[in-house]
């Protein structure tokens, strides 16, 4: 369903975007997100562009079923291990309205419980597939996208994509992107978002990802774009058996950033790594929403997430890591390391482990604050004041993400951005 | 292979299932109307004030909505809940002259003996109203005041201090049963500790809803004044019936500078009951706030002591305990304003749920601009006793402030077959194994309380691990 408005003026208000799996209370602000989108943004198919490594073009497929499809057929072999019953579900209700258990007997489930209840009981695996930011946010990408690129690498085979998105004012330009890594295969998908200009541009991406048994996915995505721009980049991903996914998401630019993902760990030793790293400076905003979700056995998570806010800059991180019923053996573990550097900065976390098996591990942890006085006065003894210490983490996240760059255009990007968070950033890293 | 499990057998309540008729009681009508909040307040003979509060707080009940992000509380129709039953007694000083049924009732809770071996003060409440009310001579001698909160507002002297202070931590906007409280709420304590002045030993109020249907919204309200340090340790029950009962109390502690409250609570509900209590204190300059809280009961369960943190260097810490089994939805943790510089909160909760319950830990930490240099840690950890049952974490945090530190860790888990191995390899049985190891995971609770209250938890515990053996 798309609940999408537009309003009088032209823009889209998207609802509901990021939402957390199992909220928690409104007050806090924390539970999803409205992204308001100006009104006369164009679709800039043109500003999308994909590019194989040499050796990797067949993987651009004009199947433009072999999601779904993939999708479909996973769900029939997962078919069987449905949960036969749990404390609280439908079967409980129909019992409670002829009267034949008593009602204290029964656990009042929350409105996330129910639901979780239904993906373990009822829901195939193509109707509990989603992305991070939700299906009004997914549907109103896909609508910009032009057909989305299917990139299909087949069994055994092993490929390297890149994406790259360049807005411009007055467009928005969005990647659609289907990808399909076979079984045993890998794939090593590079997107670079970015777009420049002072006049307002929308950015993004809208990826769905099905890594098949024993392959390797592992995808990277820098976004550079200046202050002017929107940037949504949201991901679906399932993994099958013992296939293993890598996603880096390195958030620099762009006025106001909404990032999300979701994985479903639905195959035996599924796997999936989370490294996120971030920068919000001036006025900008970070909104990101992870979900992890553990159905298979002994299936391993991890989301690490480091970043450094400047300025007036507002950051929600929501993480979440849901083992459900049956993934017994699973292990998920969250971490997030965030340099508060200036006192306007609004930093907002929620860490979250939604837990119902038992054989299993989850752990979290949240590191807020300031440089330490300690570290502050040595750096002090070495002639840095305190506002140059925290602009030195500023400028090691910058130097970080130049330095790693995929490739020169992105680490151009990177420098352009340096260069309005520190003057003569350039420089010092060249 | 699946691992092997037998079943989960029922426990042994009986020590808190037990009921008495209603024989004298006055139960007014089910359900919630201005006419019921005005027979509520007449009764009472309240000063015009507190009945136009009442009527306020009715209206905002009926605007707002009730929570979406919780358990389901569809189950609770107050249409079908009566808010006020009136015991066949006035309240009493000396345990003699409380009926027999009543006096029965607190004695095989231990109520009385506990105030012979421990207690400087015991209020008893039963169903809506206080039947019995007592102080020790020497704590009375300090200046302290410990009386039902109704008797306090009759008095001349606490009237103003109570209009000035009653649901200002809590205001009846807050949520939709914080106005339903302040629409009916009855009986409950009023503490004033004066200043400088501190008790050696706790005083205690302890709750028992006998009354099938009915709701229960006592009002506690403590004043720590500066330099002051007080105990204040609350106990709950209730017998179990097949309909649901309500409980949605309200407490306001007030600490002042450099003062300290502990305040320790073991709400052992019965499994009918939704217990839709708040809790908030506010801490001023140097001042600490100590919350000992274990949750043991209940069908549905909201409950998060907030600590509003105003003064420069003012503390709070919150140590806490959830067991969720069977049928139940608890939905248990803490909420920390730190609103002043230098400002420290720590928190330290143990969830525990077996046989298809489910236990959830919900925080939020919130730093102010005003909080520079202040410091908060969270812990949590949780134990899945089996793979029926259900153990969440939400901790939230929002921080706006210069220098501060916020650390948060969870875990959650089960017992580890290791440690099982090591005990019965010691020859001790599984199910004691894993009593000891459960009993060793609250320990970070059950030391911080009073022995006989540590006991009770102890015992609670083991009541609720018997045939856990899975």
Known sequence: MDRTSGNASGAVALTGVNAMPAPTWSWLKMNDTAVEIPAGLTPAPAAVSVEPAPGSADVVSANADAFDDALVAAGKRFASRARASAPGDARDHVALAAGEVDPMDVPALSRYQQGAVRVEEELSVEEAFETGMGAEAYGYLRSIGERPCVLEVPSGASAQVRVRVSGTPGTASVASVDVIARRDSSLELTVALNGTGSEPGLIGAAMRVFAAAGSRVSITTVQTADDAFISLDDAGIFVDEGAHVEVSHTVLGAGRSYTGLAADLRGDAARIDVDTSYLGAREQVRDFNYQIRHLGRRTTSSMDANGVLAGASKKVLRGTIDLMHGCTGSEGAERETVLLADERVDNKTVPVILCDEDDVAGNHGATIGHVRPEQLFYLGCRGLSPEAAEALFISAKLEDAALNAPDDEVRANVIRLGETVIPGFGEEIA | ?470
């Open chain 2, 1 to 470: 292979m699946a691992k092997k499990r037998s079943e989960v057998a029922d426990i042994d309540r009986s020590l808190y299932d037990f009921t008495y008729g209603e024989e004298g009681f006055e139960r007014l009508d089910a359900g919630l109307t201005p006419d019921i909040v005005r027979e509520i307040s007449e009764r009472k003979e309240e000063p015009a004030w507190m009945l136009d509060f009442r009527l306020k707080s009715l209206e905002i009940y009926l605007k707002k909505s009730g929570p979406t992000w919780g358990p389901d509380i569809s189950g609770l129709d107050m249409d079908n809940i009566v808010t006020y039953v009136k015991p066949n007694t006035d309240q009493r000083s000396d345990w003699e002259s409380v009926p027999d049924d009543i006096k029965d009732t607190f004695e095989r809770l231990g109520i009385p003996e506990a105030e012979r071996s421990y207690l400087a003060g015991v209020g008893a409440q039963y169903d809506s109203e206080l039947v019995y009310h007592n102080m020790q001579d020497t704590a009375a001698k300090m200046g302290i005041v410990y009386s039902g909160i109704e008797e306090a507002l009759h008095e001349p002297k606490w009237e103003a201090l109570i209009r000035e202070r009653f649901m200002t931590l809590i205001p009846p906007t807050d949520h939709k049963f914080a106005a339903l409280h302040g629409a009916v709420w009855s009986g409950g304590s009023f503490v004033y500790v004066p200043a400088g002045t501190k008790l050696d030993f706790p005083l205690q109020s302890y709750f028992r809803l006998n009354a099938k249907g009915a709701g229960q919204f006592e009002h506690t309200l403590i004043i720590v004044e500066d330099d002051a340090d007080l105990h204040f340790i609350e106990g709950c029950s209730a017998p179990k019936y097949n309909v649901a009962n309500l409980h949605a109390g309200a407490v306001e502690l007030f600490v002042g500078r450099r003062a300290h409250l502990r305040y320790s609570t073991i709400e052992n509900w019965s499994k009918n009951m939704y217990n839709l209590n708040t809790k908030r204190a506010r801490v001023e300059e140097a001042g600490e706030i100590e919350w000992i809280s274990g949750s043991f009961g209940s069908h549905v369960g909201y409950l998060y002591p907030m600590s509003i943190l105003a003064g420069r260097r003012a503390k709070s810490s919150f140590t806490g305990i959830t067991f969720a089994g069977a049928g139940q939805n608890l939905d248990t943790g803490c909420k920390v304003v730190l609103a002043a510089p230098e400002t420290t909160a720590t928190v330290e909760t143990k969830g525990i749920s077996k046989g298809g319950g489910i236990q959830t830990f919900r925080s939020s930490i919130v730093a102010t601009p005003e909080a520079t240099g202040s410091a908060a840690t969270v812990s949590c950890s949780s134990l899945m006793l089996d793979a029926d049952s259900r153990s969440d974490t939400i901790p939230a945090m929002d921080i706006r402030a210069k220098n501060v530190d916020i650390g948060h860790e969870a875990t959650i888990g089960r017992i580890g077959d290791d440690k099982i191995f090591y005990l019965m390899s010691r020859g001790i049985s599984e199910e004691e194994a894993r009593t000891m190891i459960v009993n060793g995971f609250a320990s970070p609770v059950s030391k911080e309380l009073p022995l006989e209250y540590a006991v009770e938890m102890n015992n609670l515990i083991k009541l609720e691990m018997e045939g856990a053996v899975g």
